[in-house]
């Protein structure tokens, strides 16, 4: 993906090119790297779904909202978001990450969408960031419900579909990409009673189960 595309999926063009350039810059690739506006990013997001749950559940107690928080900010829920972005083609990586795999690593992967929403608000200001979370954290928000934060995807998918009554999803490997230090898997989550089949992918068959059940619950939220 050009850095075009991706500002495209985010809705948000970057005033301060450079300044995006050092979001996507890995601290393999040279200096200025990401990390310092990755350390602003996490504060940001954490502002921002902070505030985004204290107004969708007024009734709930400090403790609670700090689950759901935590459920939404940690490396897994930032890797499903940056892979949802297709941000592993836009970073710039040395070689040795290029070659083990990089673009895909959750690790990288969540840093570099820190980096991104830390480079957002220093560019246009805590509103624009905020409207840019938000918006990608919409459907993932709408679904949530009290002691359900700390659910992953394969558990809310069998659950919605459970509660309207239907046949559980089936998940089948796609195939796998890469050498086997640095494999991806591509797994596919089929609902047939709907007509819905999403594609996910990761470092682990199981990673990749999770992405794909994250984007079957959005294809049902759109619906």
């Known amino acids: 993906m050009t850095v075009a595309r991706l500002q495209r999926a985010l809705g948000y063009v970057f005033r301060d090119q450079e300044l995006l350039q050092t979001a996507l810059t890995h601290r393999s690739y040279c200096s200025p790297h990401n990390e310092r506006l990755e350390f602003i990013g ?25 689950r759901l928080r935590a459920s939404l900010v940690r490396q897994d829920s930032l890797h499903q978001q940056a892979l949802a972005l297709s941000l592993g083609e836009s970073l710039r990586l040395g070689e040795g990450e290029q070659k083990s795999g990089g673009q895909q690593r959750p690790s990288i992967l969540a840093d570099a969408l820190e980096a991104l929403f830390g480079a957002l608000w220093l560019d246009a200001g805590f509103d624009a960031a905020s409207e840019v979370i938000v918006r990608r954290y919409d459907s993932v928000l709408g679904r949530l419900t009290p002691g359900q934060g700390e659910k992953d995807a394969k558990t809310r998918l069998q659950e919605h579909l459970q509660g309207i009554r239907l046949a559980l999803p089936q998940y089948r490997l796609a195939g ?48």
Do not use: K
């Open 42 to 66: 996490d504060a940001i997001l954490n502002a921002v779904i902070a505030r985004s749950l204290f107004t969708r559940f007024p009734e709930l107690p400090e403790g609670d909202l700090s």
């Open 176 to 223: 796998t990409e890469g050498e086997a230090h640095a494999q991806q898997f591509r797994v596919a989550c089929i609902i047939d009673s709907l007509g819905i089949r999403t594609e996910g992918r990761g470092a682990s068959r199981r990673a990749a189960e999770q992405m794909a059940a994250e984007r079957a619950l959005a294809a049902l939220d759109s619906r």
